[in-house]
């Protein structure tokens, strides 16, 4: 009797533990959606022909008092840049099988170090290989990037494919199955080419980088006159000069996903030293390019690359052991401490090109990535509020006194299941795994510009784009989100600049160059003859006119609805599992899925309640009594034919 009263009390606290997490639950969603997903009004009147107009005229923003607004299209050097033997190139090359390695597909130019590495490997007896090394579980994609990845240490044999070489695992995908990629877009060697291509577009601001590797290929230990590659700054320079000679302000990164080798053998940003060693760089730039230069970014998205990097392993230069991983989102885990010399490295950068810079004043900032970001569960909120209270804020926090523009990278939303990344199959998606959520976009500068608004600093878009090599998504993914932007200006945010990523397809880290985000597509098999896309043509249009017109609007949409109904597909580069979560690694081939036919554009996204078992089990009790209207994307093939008669 005692067992059956032990296991009904235990049954009871059971009980009344459940009810307490489901009500605590719901409240926590509850408080999240009154906060985040309550539907607000268009500000934009849709009926009008020109539903935006962005002041892209010097002389008439000044008679009004407004802010001019400015066009423009973004690149790093890691992306475009031929001749770089960066982190990139090595962590790429690095994981070469020896078969590839003894036999590379195409004549390089590359240093000796990295031939000799290559030979070196080659030379192993193939018949077997042991490999001690931690081998990372397999974990859904946002996990990795919020840190949440795990290891095990594992002895095991590589195993061979069907020609008898060992088979590796890339650190980037979609990199050794196409031509000549150590090449990238061959900035380096012929930047007219993307050049022209951004000139002819109408916008009036380029931003590109300046990589810290090609400046100081080595570790600056006796003394700089020994290190700097002084004719790299001169061809930055004279870089610079051509941009300048098509009408183009630059917009120059100094940190752009892109840590010199050197630094990551010595842990990179876990170590002050790292902040020393980067002053060094930005006085160099500074003090040599300071005159040709518009607006500063000192560091690109640095939340991202220190979860990619220090947290989860993902990317060149972390190296993390598992106390590193298993610490890392503590206060004093790497994680906050690659953060902190992050930001005090931004600041000493702030204050040394403010006093030095050769344009006075100068305009400084940073590239912050944002993404709007719900729960797919009721249990899923708290995944929500850990994230965003690593990623959203601190980093501006921590620096908002040093900054004279807020730059925001907005790609999409992310629907959290558990400590992963959810792909829901009613949301469109790039090819990269991003959700398209223009309203997003709005919310967030929104949001922003109420904690910032004490700061009295302009927002700049500093990148923006979709992953889409059929250039359907493209084009009305654009206008939306300028749409978005529209509408929050007319709310008060003061935004003065939308820059889209990017020119031509390119190397896109570790998903290598399987995700297609160009106006311009590039045939590597042919020289990297490049195309332009429709998207480009429109994408000029609206950067030459500052407008967006609903026929433009319209026919955009239209020409997506078509592929939908038409049942076509699409490729897709991001793995993902029996349970709908999506991998961190990239996909060599992309698999296929179809258009979705869901109305996505700005004001049009109905958003959906949460797809937990239990909540949709509650859903279907209150449907009857609180009826929901159904998600159909609205048709503009009639308004579209007359229009064109």
Known sequence: MAIVGIIIAATKLAGVLATATVAASALSFSRFRRKNLRPFVNPIDESRDVLAAFNVNGDEARRDGEDEFFFGLATAPAHVEDKL??????????????????????????????????????????????????????????????????YIEVEEPTPKDEHGCHEHSHHVAAWHNVPHPEERLRFWS????????????????FRMGVDWSRIFPKEPTDGLEDTVNFAALERYRWILHRVHSYGMKVMLTLFHHSLPPWAGNY????????????????????????????????????????????????????????????????????????????AVAHSKAYDYIHEHSALSPPIVGVAHNVSFTRPYGLFDVASVTVGNSLTLYPYLDSICGKMDFIGLNYYGQEVFAGAGLKLVETDEYSESGR???????????????????????????????????????????????????????????????????????????????????????????????????????????????????????????????????????????????????????????????????????????????????????????????????????????????????
């Open 85 to 150: 033997n960066d982190a990139w190139l090595q962590f790429a090359e690095d994981d070469e099988s020896p078969c590839e390695a003894s036999e590379p597909r195409q004549p390089r130019q590359i240093p000796d170090a990295v031939l000799a590495s290559s030979n070196q490997a080659a030379a192993v007896e193939p018949k077997r290989m042991m490999l001690k090394r931690k081998k990372s579980q397999r974990i859904s994609m946002e996990a990795m990037i919020r840190g949440y990845q795990k």
């Open 435 to 645: 959700g398209v959520y223009p309203d997003g976009l709005y919310r967030l500068l929104c949001q922003f510009n109420e904690r910032y608004k004490d700061l009295n600093i302009p927002f700049i878009i500093t990148e923006n784009g979709v992953a889409d090599e059929t250039d359907l998504i493209r084009k009305p993914y654009m206008l939306e989100h300028l749409l978005a932007i529209y509408a929050a200006m007319l709310m008060g945010v003061r935004v003065i600049g939308y820059l889209f990523w990017t020119i031509s397809d390119n190397w896109e880290w570790a998903d290598g160059y399987g995700p297609k985000f160009g106006l311009v597509a590039v045939d590597r098999a042919n020289d990297l003859a490049r195309t332009p896309r429709p998207s480009y043509h429109l994408f000029s249009k609206v950067a030459t006119t500052g407008k967006i017109t609903r026929q433009d609007r319209q026919w955009a949409w239209y020409e997506l609805r078509k592929a939908v109904k038409e049942k076509r597909t699409r490729p897709f580069y991001r793995e993902v599992n029996k349970q709908g979560l999506m991998y961190a690694g990239g996909l060599d081939e992309p698999t296929w899925r179809p258009y979705v036919d869901r109305d996505w554009r700005f004001g049009h996204y109905k958003m959906e309640g949460l797809q937990d078992p239990l909540s949709r089990f509650w859903g279907s009790i209150r449907r009857p009594f609180f009826p929901r209207l159904k998600i159909t994307p609205e048709d503009d093939t009639e308004i579209l034919v007359a229009s064109s008669t």
């Open 267 to 342: 842990g990179g940003w876990k170590v002050e030293k790292t902040v020393d060693y980067f002053m060094d760089f930005t006085r160099l730039v500074v003090d040599n390019l300071s005159d040709l230069v518009d607006y500063w970014v000192t560091f690109n998205e640095p939340h991202v690359f220190c979860m990619l990097t220090y947290t989860a392993g993902a990317w060149p230069g972390g190296h993390p052991d598992m106390l590193e991983v298993a610490t890392s989102a503590l206060p004093t885990g790497v994680f906050n401490q690659a953060m902190h010399w992050m």
């Open 190 to 205: 012929d930047p007219e080419t993307e050049l022209k291509l951004a000139k002819n577009t109408g916008i009036t601001v």
